[in-house]
């Protein structure tokens, strides 16, 4: 070798470096370099991988968007009807962004775009599939562009032939000098190819594709084609047919699997070399799997594309199928090969752990990975269709329950943060919690690797032969999460675990909160305790509950004792035990005489008030359907005035008939004028409790003030209903048999008769079965038994018998001539037979509904009734609105001040 420096020697071309220095690139051309022979295989690691093979999948995801597209398109028919002016403006204006003349220029070559889009779109869609040997996909978007179009045809025809005019009206559209309806099945169909096909973030010609159908349903607009909401509707029903073949058929697996999974774990710093399936893996199998991935997170800097050399075999290998490989540097080190000499059944059987595995609502997919140290780690697998099903899941709990509700993100990646966050935090508050050792991204999958509890024994497991070690050291867990701030909100047997030291090991921290309030704290309390009740018994869960607690907290649980706030294992568990909650409830009760047994308002509201909710809507809505409000308006205008007073006082003669019907019937002599007070007072409760509810408990609370007992003055407010709805009953017969008819009404029609003949049949065959019987009994017996004694008293005094039905009939007959007097003053009338029977009748249909005071369904029960009675539209709504003012609205102020007034002299 020379000596001599590089000026020394001319005849030999020094090369220009590729790299200044400090690493920034040569500005230039980079020289042509010798191509360098292919570096040999570098296998870092070999894994024995067993796992479920990957398959196509039905997900949840899937059916929401379905759900969505459907209720899209019923918006889309709501907005051409009850928004056919705004739909057409925004129409227009989208229009008028091109002037008259130029759209006209423009009008064919739009066309001429949009055709040849038409045509693209499916070619580029289904090549693209068949390139790449998407089979499966290529007849999902065949289906679903057949189904779209045959579906937009459809709607079509349905909409030609049955639709309203209303309808019709919004989704017509004026092109060519001719109306014809906006529905295009020809977007149906590319909206169903499309959706069929798969999804815009992983197909590329989907999401162009997606793109391009938008453009020409905005072009389609300009050009007066197609009205707003036709077109957005016709991309809907194409989008819910490919949702179904979607589903039907199933999507392609896009989780981590084999070869990514493998290199996801040596990312997450894990040297794997076994990982088994531990979850519920169908037919389980084992792949060698080699890979050249570091360990840890790299950073791999990439050249300057001008400076680095090109060669002629850098390519992407896309055989593989993309669930089991990645594209890699070196292809030859990162390969998955069958492995026909395992036996499956013992590989299984060492990794599985039924603590760790079953009765686990909030994990994936676990794995039980051993690295090269022979040393054994816990990895969960997030997977995005599964977080889709769990946020699901907990969505109406979310709704209907105050902020107790395990929070679970729609995104896998927010749920893996915040799953690591707490796990973190909790370790850090010395809660015993396996700790976090690494995560990792794949495809769409989030890997969290924590480490595995020795011999774990789910708590459920132990029964009731539980140590008391162990009772103790679990409470002892909760107290040091809760004073670190942290709230687990998902306590119940699977995530809780016994190590084989006896030591216990909390789980799944991805619901709870970190910054917790007290009613979180409270509620985790609540589900630990009756979650020991469960297994080891109601004395021994109070006995270490209050080994550890103080006693503000054992207080403080007894109102948190609900089934709404308890996991689904617990409640299911609970459910063995009958009473258990209220149970506890007494316990609690008994050791700290401070706790409230009531269960707290937790609840924003139940399925019933939904139901109840919904019907009263429908209803209201038939009812402003048929109403004339230009007659309603005319009638208010000549109402008169003395009548509508007249209404009022005979309001107010009601509270004296309710007051005598309590004063005859109490066990204790009361005051009339007090009485009639009491039920002036009980109009202000009217507002937040059910027609008939809110009287009762203010009649209770007066009684119980007069001295006399709860289950007396129990019994006293019951035989008061009963005899009000007996008068009721007999008036009514009374009043059909006077007249010589049921009502003035016509008879119902033929359908309504036969469901009432079944209705009475299926009653009749019910009571004739001894199980129903006994159901029956059982919740009429306590009221049999409070009521009987004092029926007995009444009837033997002829006195307070005769002024208790004398006061509920002058109730019922007050209320009558308020609601006649109410319709006289619109100058309409009604034989008082037939108005005593619509309103009694109306205002019982009306009542039975539990809504607070009544409010809707009693006006819309005494509207039906004066309309079917033969009373227009508008009067009977303006008549059931006087009536309700002067019977329910206007005494709730002066009931305030009897209320206040009541309260200070001690009566309330």
Excluded at 47 to 75: N, W, Y
Excluded at 123 to 148: D, E, F, P, Y
Excluded at 171 to 194: E, F, K
Excluded at 364 to 392: N, P, S
Aim: proline share 5%; net charge positive; hydrophobic share 50%.
């Amino acid at each position: 070798m020379s000596d001599a420096p590089p000026s020394e020697t001319p005849d030999v071309a020094a090369p220009i470096p590729a790299t200044s220095p400090v690493g920034l690139p040569t500005v230039g051309i980079a020289p042509v370099v010798a191509r360098s022979p292919r570096p040999s295989s570098t296998v870092r690691s070999r894994t024995l991988l067993v796992d479920a093979p990957p398959r196509r999948l039905r997900r949840v995801e899937d059916l929401l968007d379905l759900v969505l597209s459907v209720i899209g398109s019923l918006s889309m028919l709501i907005l051409a009807v009850y928004a056919h002016q705004t739909t057409t403006g925004v129409t227009q204006d989208v229009q008028n962004i091109l002037a008259v003349i130029l759209r006209q220029v423009l009008v064919f070559p739009l066309q001429a775009i949009e055709g040849l889009a038409t045509f693209i779109i499916p070619v580029a869609v289904l090549l693209g599939r068949i390139l790449r040997r998407s089979w499966r996909s290529a007849v999902q978007a065949v289906l679903g562009a057949v189904g779209g179009w045959l579906l937009g045809v459809m709607a079509y025809i349905a909409l030609r032939t049955w639709a309203p005019t209303s309808l019709l009206a919004g989704l017509t559209v004026t092109g060519a000098g001719s109306a014809q309806l906006g529905i295009s099945a020809t977007y149906a169909a590319l909206a169903g190819l499309l959706t069929g096909a798969g999804e815009r973030r992983s197909v590329t010609a989907v999401r162009y594709g997606w793109a391009s159908l938008w453009v020409l349903v905005g072009l389609a607009v300009l050009r007066s084609a197609l009205p707003l909401s036709g077109a957005i509707l016709s991309v809907l029903l194409g989008r819910a047919i490919g949702l179904v073949m979607r589903y039907i058929l199933g999507v392609e697996d896009h989780r981590a699997h084999g070869i990514p999974l493998v290199r996801a774990l040596r990312r997450a710093g894990l040297d794997a070399v076994c990982t088994v399936r531990m979850d519920r893996a169908p037919r389980a199998r084992a792949w060698m799997v080699t890979t050249d991935a570091p360990l840890g997170y790299t950073e791999q800097v990439r050249e300057n594309p001008l400076a680095a050399p090109v060669t002629e075999d850098s390519h992407v290998d896309d055989a593989e199928p993309p669930a089991l490989s990645a594209p890699t540097s070196d292809p030859e080190a990162n390969t998955i090969t069958q492995a026909d000499d395992v036996d499956l059944a013992k590989v299984l059987s060492q990794a599985h752990s039924a603590a760790l595995v079953e009765g686990r609502t909030s994990v994936h997919r676990l794995y039980a990975v051993w690295d090269a140290g022979g040393v054994r780690r816990d990895v969960t697998v997030l997977d995005a269709d599964r977080q889709v099903a769990g946020f699901l899941s907990t969505l109406w709990d979310r709704i209907r329950v105050k902020g107790l509700s395990p929070t679970r993100d729609m995104s896998v990646r927010p749920a893996a943060e915040h799953a690591a966050l707490m796990t973190l935090e909790a370790s850090r508050a010395g809660v015993r919690t396996p700790r976090l050792l690494g995560m990792a991204e794949a495809a769409e999958s989030m890997l969290l690797v924590t480490e595995h509890v020795v011999g774990a024994r789910s708590f459920d497991s132990l029964g009731a032969n539980v140590p008391e070690s162990v009772l103790d050291d679990l409470w002892e867990q909760i107290r040091c999460a809760h004073a670190a701030g942290l709230a687990h909100r998902a306590i119940d047997g699977g995530s809780v675990v016994v190590d084989a030291s006896g030591r216990v090991w909390l789980l799944d921290w991805d619901a709870g909160e970190t910054i917790s309030n007290e009613l979180s704290r409270r509620v985790d309390l609540a589900q630990t305790l009756a979650l020991v009740a469960s297994g080891a018994g109601v004395e021994r869960a109070i006995a270490s509950a209050s080994r550890t607690l103080s006693t503000s907290q054992l207080a403080s649980i007894a109102p948190m004792l609900q089934r709404v706030v308890l996991p689904s294992s617990t409640r299911e568990a609970m459910g063995r035990r009958g009473r258990l909650l209220q149970e506890l409830r007494d316990a609690l009760v008994a050791l700290t005489p401070t706790a409230h047994a009531e269960p707290a308002k937790l609840t924003r509201f139940s399925s019933r008030t939904v139901i109840v909710i919904i019907i009263g809507m429908v209803a209201l809505w038939t009812l402003l359907a048929r109403m004339n409000f230009e007659q309603i308006s005319a009638a208010v205008a000549q109402a008169n005035i003395w009548w509508i007073l007249g209404a009022l006082v005979f309001s107010l003669t009601t509270y004296l008939g309710a007051g005598l019907a309590l004063v005859a019937l109490s066990p204790t002599k009361l005051s009339v004028w007090t009485s009639t007070e009491v039920h002036l007072a009980s109009s202000v409760v009217s507002l937040v409790a059910p027609a008939g509810v809110g009287g009762a408990a203010i009649n209770l609370r007066f009684l119980n003030r007069k001295g006399v007992p709860t289950p007396v003055g129990v019994a006293t407010v019951a035989l008061v209903q009963i005899i009000q709805f007996v008068v009721t009953v007999v008036l009514l017969i009374i009043l059909a048999a006077t007249t010589g008819q049921s009502t003035g009404l016509s008879l119902p029609s033929g359908w309504v008769m036969v469901a009432a003949i079944v209705l009475v049949a299926v009653v009749t065959v019910a009571l004739v079965i001894p199980g129903v019987r006994s159901f029956l009994w059982a919740k009429a017996e306590p009221t049999y038994r409070q009521v009987w004694p004092r029926l007995m008293w009444i009837l033997s005094n002829p006195g307070r018998l005769a002024l208790g039905v004398g006061g509920t009939v002058l109730l019922s007959l007050s209320y009558v001539l308020s609601f006649a007097a109410s319709l006289w003053a619109f100058g309409y009338t009604l034989p008082f037979s037939v108005l005593a029977i619509t309103y009694l009748a109306s205002n019982t249909v009306g009542s039975v509904v539990p809504a607070p005071g009544g409010i809707g369904p009693v006006e819309i029960a005494l509207t039906a009734g004066l309309a079917t009675a033969g009373v227009p539209g508008g009067v009977a709504l303006s008549a059931a609105i006087v009536y309700r003012l002067v019977t329910f609205w206007i005494p709730i102020p002066v009931g305030w001040l009897s209320l206040r007034r009541l309260q200070k002299a001690g009566s309330l």
